[in-house]
């Protein structure tokens, strides 16, 4: 395999869905199988990881990528169905036992945040209400529904910078983050989405449309499995929104945008967002450790985002699930990233 090839779709459909089946089979047969997709997620993406040198070129520049679209929705329609059969399995009269349901618990767990939430990501930065909608709903579902308001409304306005509550400043540990960034989203979102209905009041809030699908969701799996049904989607949406707040936290830590004499920031470039081109877990994750590239296109299909090069962005020196894991433990994290960030908070 030549180091310039790109990655093809194929790599990212067999990536991202390989784990279904083997939660499928976990539902159904228990044992072993119910620690495959666990497994999957872990060691053997780690693993493959390591021919990093696989697929590291770019797309020709305007290539299109039709069928990328209906990976996403055939994404999304896996999300939608994998959810409730992971809260009948863990939560619900499935009949495994209890190593089993845990297995199933953190594989899928895993899943919907390397897998939805990229994927969701993906669908609300395009230009057709018919999948930005559909990205709504795999938020929602995840009880994470301001994401969509806050990320396109405050993130790529104000990333790297103290007006944005998801961009995490040097020394800032994870836990003080995660607190002031889901706060600070949702009432930011909330904000601009105001904002907007100002200057056109017209249809519902989004935000009363997250809250029902919120609502929705924990009535369904109340309705599955009773009161343990709700508890496990709240749960398993509460790890996935931690994993997507762990690369908010790893993807722009310590990175900041000048203050231009006018007062405006700087634009965005290439040097305020952390990449990590490892092959396999930006297949899995439809491309999002190409950080730079997203925010200096968002409109790009996510086969096409490019990597910058070495003196354009910082790159970090592991995967970005490797990376996030580290920064579960703050005092860790800030020593392994502090001479990677170095040559870059300075510029």
């Excluded at 779709?9 to 869905?17: D, N, T």
């Excluded at 899928?108 to 209400?129: C, D, T, Y």
């Excluded at 601009?192 to 449309?209: F, K, Q, V």
Aim: glycine fraction near 8%.
């Amino acid at each position: 395999m030549k180091r310039h090839d790109p990655l093809p779709l194929w790599a990212f459909a067999l990536a991202a869905f390989a784990p279904l089946p083997l939660f499928a089979l976990g539902v159904i047969f228990g044992g072993a199988w119910s620690v495959a997709g666990f497994l999957y997620m872990t060691a053997l993406a780690a693993t493959l990881d390591q021919f990093k040198q696989l697929f590291m070129g770019d797309a020709p520049e305007g290539a299109e990528f039709p069928a990328a679209n209906v990976i996403l929705g055939v994404l999304a329609i896996g999300h939608i169905v994998a959810l409730p059969v992971m809260i009948y399995a863990i939560a619900g009269p499935s009949g495994l036992n209890g190593l089993s349901r845990a297995a199933l618990f953190l594989g899928s767990a895993l899943w919907f945040g390397q897998v939805s939430n990229p994927m969701a990501h993906e669908l609300i930065h395009k230009g057709s209400r018919r999948f930005y909608n559909l990205g709504v709903l795999v938020y929602g579902t995840l009880l994470f529904g301001h994401h969509a308001s806050a990320h396109r409304l405050v993130h790529h306005r104000h990333a790297a910078s103290a007006q944005d509550p998801n961009s995490a400043r040097e020394g800032e540990g994870f836990y003080r983050f995660f607190l002031r960034a889901w706060t600070g989203s949702f009432m930011l979102g909330l904000c601009a989405e105001n904002e907007l209905r100002a200057r056109n009041s017209s249809g519902l809030h989004p935000y009363w449309a997250y809250t029902a699908l919120a609502v929705a969701s924990l009535l369904t799996g109340t309705i599955i499995a009773g009161l343990p049904g709700a508890l496990v989607w709240a749960a398993l949406s509460f790890h996935a929104q931690i994993q997507l707040m762990l690369s908010d936290y790893v993807q722009h830590y310590g990175l900041s945008r000048l203050r231009l004499p006018n007062g405006k920031l700087e634009a965005v470039a290439a040097r305020h967002s952390w990449n990590a081109p490892f092959w396999f877990s930006s297949a899995l994750m439809l491309n999002a450790p190409r950080h730079s590239d997203h925010h200096a296109n968002p409109a790009r299909p996510y086969p096409a985002l490019r990597v910058p090069l070495a003196n354009e962005a910082p790159t970090l020196p592991w995967p970005l699930p490797l990376a996030c894991t580290i920064a579960l433990v703050p005092p860790l994290w800030k020593r392994k990233i502090r001479p990677h960030l170095a040559p870059w908070a300075a510029s």
